[in-house]
């Protein structure tokens, strides 16, 4: 019998509103979190994995101190679901409520007499009229949600798509009923090495890329990273999305730049220049999505990795430049459209069946 699986705890996550930037912003220039930021611009780091790890986490429990000063955390439980589906309903107003009181009222009134012809007629009336009035409300609502929806679909996309996600319905997550240890088995067998088959000789081509390394060869993608392509990196953030293992979520960098910008570039150029990637930006939990079928078995899910943001960051200042290196030097044609914006896979189904048709 194989030992049970022990499970991570999810990292602690921020509630993010309106003051949120403002109170963050707030603890980034108090005296506590300058002096470790300080701190961390006069120390020595080395290119050793080991100096690395520290440096890394050294500016992720920065600015995870900052958040734990300045933001409200989510709570970890899970929230019961009401009983009452009638209360929970946004056109379910106060007036409903106390009409809905009476109706039950002259009901237990009419338990104790049930043989008084008038007591009966009330009962029956109130609950006529009741249920009448929440139709009406309903049938409002629903018109009032309409003509928002489509006044939202012309001026701000965005805001009708948040409105669209809180009217739909949510699932229940059904990856709950598969065991953690058959996910372990799953998820390990799925990253072996023998499932990948690929006819290139890998070790030919680990001893061809340490060869093109000796050779001195120094160009555009050998500078240290500057300020400004950070801060480019860093506008391309997008909000609420999911945070990794470290609890670093993309606000807490788009609002704390002006403080977190330089300790950002010297974490990044020591990377870069030493090539030792982080082992905690490698790490990440992997959540199933169910795709089709029965949501009993793991082979009917996808799992999507989520990992570090800073370490994503740090990959997207990497890819903004290759971009820019390879378009200034003309490396890649503009029919190869692979991986580069505004183009799409139907942009080549569009030229291939112009080429058939003539």
Request: glycine residues 4%; aromatic residues 10%.
């Amino acid at each position: 019998m194989s030992k049970p699986v022990k499970l991570s705890p999810l990292p602690v996550t921020f509630k993010w509103s309106q003051d949120s930037a403002y109170f963050f912003q707030q603890a980034l220039v108090s005296p506590m979190i300058t002096n470790e930021i300080e701190s961390f611009m006069a120390d020595q780091f080395y290119c050793t994995n080991n100096s690395i790890e520290a440096t890394t986490a050294k500016l992720s429990g920065i600015i995870i101190q900052a958040a734990k000063v300045s933001l409200r955390q989510r709570s970890s439980k899970v929230k019961k679901r009401s009983k009452n589906k009638i209360n929970s309903q946004m056109w379910y107003t106060k007036s409903l409520r106390e009409q809905r009181k009476d109706v039950r009222a002259r009901g237990r009134t009419l338990c104790k007499y049930p043989s008084d012809p008038l007591v009966r007629e009330e009962y029956f009336t109130m609950l006529k009229k009741y249920r009448k009035a929440c139709r009406q409300a309903c049938q409002q609502h629903r018109k009032g949600l309409l003509t928002r929806l489509e006044e939202l679909n012309e001026k701000d996309p965005k805001a009708y798509w948040d409105l669209l996600k809180k009217l739909r319905a949510k699932e229940p997550d059904s990856s709950n009923k598969i065991d953690p240890t058959e996910w372990l088995k799953y998820f390990e067998k799925l990253n072996r090495k023998e499932s990948f088959k690929t006819p290139i000789n890998v070790e030919q081509m680990l001893y061809d890329c340490e060869k093109l390394e000796k050779t001195p060869n120094f160009t555009d993608l050998d500078f240290q990273f500057t300020e400004k392509e950070i801060m480019t990196a860093i506008s391309q953030l997008k909000n609420n999305k999911a945070c990794g293992p470290d609890g670093i979520c993309n606000e807490l960098l788009k609002y704390g730049t002006l403080v977190l910008l330089k300790p950002l570039v010297k974490l990044f150029n020591l990377i870069y220049t030493f090539g030792n990637y982080p082992n905690e930006w490698a790490r990440g939990y992997i959540k199933p999505l169910h795709k089709k079928d029965s949501p009993l078995l793991p082979g009917n899910y996808r799992g999507i990795t989520i990992t570090s943001v800073i370490g994503k960051l740090f990959n997207l200042v990497i890819n903004n430049r290759l971009v820019k290196f390879l378009k200034t030097n003309n490396i890649m044609q503009d029919e190869q459209i692979c991986f580069q914006k505004k183009c799409r896979t139907s942009d080549h189904v569009f030229v291939i069946k112009t080429l058939m048709d003539q």
